[in-house]
């Protein structure tokens, strides 16, 4: 089952702050978040591990609630080189242990005009 | 430079056809994995492979098949191609332990079946 993402769609200003969140039904072992320019491959961002550790990433740093089984992306003082489509992908646990893959979640589409 | 390839961007196919998608990496990594990307679905895992001739189901394999006979290229087969095929196909790769490794995705092939 696809972690569930939001918002679906985000529009911001340079220099504006956002949030997406990626929410799973299941327990989980990592989360990775990437960005897809329109026609291009998506690219890796960051891969937070279970233990809630935070990540940053220049001005992008994303968190990771185990017990909740939630991790949010934050994007800070955006950019325009920002814009994009934004994929978590989850990997589960089984039995303690990794499921040795990826499920990723429908994306959010986010925009950021002059 | 890490690099990812695929046979072809573009590819047109009638209904019934057996179709080969090619993808080549150059980093010498043992994990390979075939995605399609659908609009409003993001991406769904159709195979991976872990090692030489190894392959695991993903999440949606129905109609597809998988061949790994060498290390560096990983191919994925629709035996018999359906409209509902129509999709983008991104390959990837990645060192081994799905947990902690960052996935080079290719450009993708963009795939219609008339």
């Known amino acids: 089952q696809q972690p569930v993402q939001s918002p679906q769609a985000v529009i911001l200003r340079e220099g504006e702050d956002a949030v997406i969140n990626c929410s799973s039904s299941?327990?989980?072992?990592?989360v990775h978040w990437y960005r897809q320019k329109h026609g291009e491959a998506p690219v890796f961002l960051m891969i937070l591990l279970k233990g809630g550790e935070q990540k940053g990433h220049e001005k992008i740093s994303a968190s990771f609630n185990e017990k909740k089984q939630q991790s949010s992306l934050y994007l800070t003082a955006s950019q325009l080189s920002y814009s994009g489509t934004y994929f978590c992908g989850t990997e589960s646990t089984t039995s303690g242990g990794s499921n040795y893959k990826l499920t990723f979640g429908k994306g959010t589409l986010l925009t950021v005009n002059p | 430079d890490v690099k990812v390839t695929q046979s072809s961007r573009y590819l047109v196919k009638r209904t019934g056809e057996k179709v080969f998608l090619e993808c080549v990496q150059d980093m010498d990594h043992e994990n390979m994995f075939w995605y399609r990307q659908d609009p409003g679905l993001g991406l769904r895992l159709i195979y991976f492979?872990?090692?030489?001739?190894?392959?695991e189901k993903g999440d949606i394999p129905e109609g597809y098949s998988v061949s790994r006979e060498k290390k560096e290229r990983f191919s994925l087969i629709l035996e018999s191609a359906s409209t509902n095929q129509t999709s983008m196909y991104l390959c990837?790769?990645?060192?081994?332990?799905?947990?902690?490794?960052?996935?080079?995705f290719g450009p993708g092939t963009r795939l219609t079946v008339t």
């Open positions: 492979s872990y090692d030489v001739k190894m392959k």
């Open positions: 990837a790769s990645s060192l081994p332990g799905v947990s902690i490794y960052e996935q080079y």
């Open positions: 299941k327990a989980l072992y990592s």
